[in-house]
C-alpha cells in the first residue's frame, strides 16, 4: 500500500530532473563570428563582447564558433568551453592559446599561435592545419596526448611546431619555412646544485658497529669516511656515493675507546663524529 502511493511522487522527481536538465541544456550559450576581425573587437561577434579570458558555464559549457578569420592581441584562456573552428576559418595571434577543461574542434580551418596549451583539455584537427610557433604543452586529464604532444596528424589535419615556421596574421593568415637553417642554439648553461650535505651515526656508542647514513647532492663524488682512533691511526675508510645511502663501519674487533669519524671530500673537511666503541 505505501509502495503504490509513493510511485506517483517518484514520477514527479524523474520528470522534475528531466526538466531541470533540459533548462541547463538551453541555458548553454553559443557565441559565433559575424565578420573578420580582432577578437577583442565587439563587432567581430556581431557588437557582443567575448572575453580573451573567458569562462563558461562549467554545468553544460558555452560555444564559442569561428567562421571568419580572426586575429588576437592578448593570450586567449578558455576554460569550460567548446571551441569550435569552422571551415574556411582560422585563428592567428602572436600570442599563446590557452584551453582548461575544453575541447577544441577544428574543421578545415587554420590555427597560428606562439603557444598552445592544452590542461584537461582535448584538440581534434580534421582537414585541417595548425602551427605552433614555440611548441605546445599538455597536463591534466582526457588529454588527447596522442594527437597534440606527439604533433601527429588528425583525420586528414597536420600540425607543426618549431622555429623555423614563421606566420604573419594577415586575412587570411600566412605562413612559411625558412629556407636557411636557424642558428644553433646556445649552450646550456652550467647546472645550479642545491649543495646538500647531509651525515648521521646511529648509534654514536656501540659494542660492534656504526651505522652511517648520508645524503649527498650530485655535486658531491668524491666524498669518504675515515675513522681514526685517538693517536691518530686509521682504522677503517668507507667511499660514500651521492644519493641516499646507510653503511656500516664494523667494529667489533677494535678495542674499546673513543674513535673520531671525519667526512671529508678532496682534502676538505665536512662533518666530524666522535664515536664511543664499549666492550
Known sequence: MHMRNSLPGLKSLVMLAVVSM??????ATTYTTSQDGNWEDSITWNNSAVLTDFTGTVSYRDTIEIKHHITFSHPLRLRFVIFLLDSGSSICGYDSIHLWNSEMIQY??????????????????????????????????????????????????KAMAGLIYHFECKVPPVYWQDTVPPPPPPPPPPPVYHDTVNVSVDPNQSFDDFQIKTYL?????????????????????????SGGETQTIEASNLPAGIYILR??????????FRLLKVR
Not at 582537414?127 to 605552433?132: D, K
Not at 669518504?224 to 667511499?239: H, S
Not at 667526512?263 to 662533518?271: A, G, H, K, P
Request: aromatic share 14%; hydrophobic share 35%; proline share 1%.
Open 22 to 27: 533540459s533548462f541547463l541544456k538551453s541555458s
Open 108 to 157: 578545415k580551418s587554420d590555427v597560428y599561435c606562439y603557444y598552445f596549451y592544452l590542461d584537461s583539455s582535448y584538440w581534434f584537427c580534421h582537414s585541417g592545419f595548425s602551427l605552433w610557433r614555440m611548441g605546445t604543452k599538455c597536463t591534466g586529464e582526457n588529454i588527447w596526448a596522442d594527437s597534440i604532444c606527439g604533433h601527429l596528424e588528425g583525420e586528414g589535419g
Open 217 to 241: 647532492s650530485t655535486n658531491h663524488t668524491q666524498v669518504i669516511a675515515e675513522l681514526f682512533d685517538l693517536l691518530g691511526i686509521k682504522r677503517a675508510t668507507l667511499r660514500i656515493p
Open 263 to 272: 667526512v671529508s671530500e678532496n682534502d676538505t673537511v665536512l662533518r666530524v
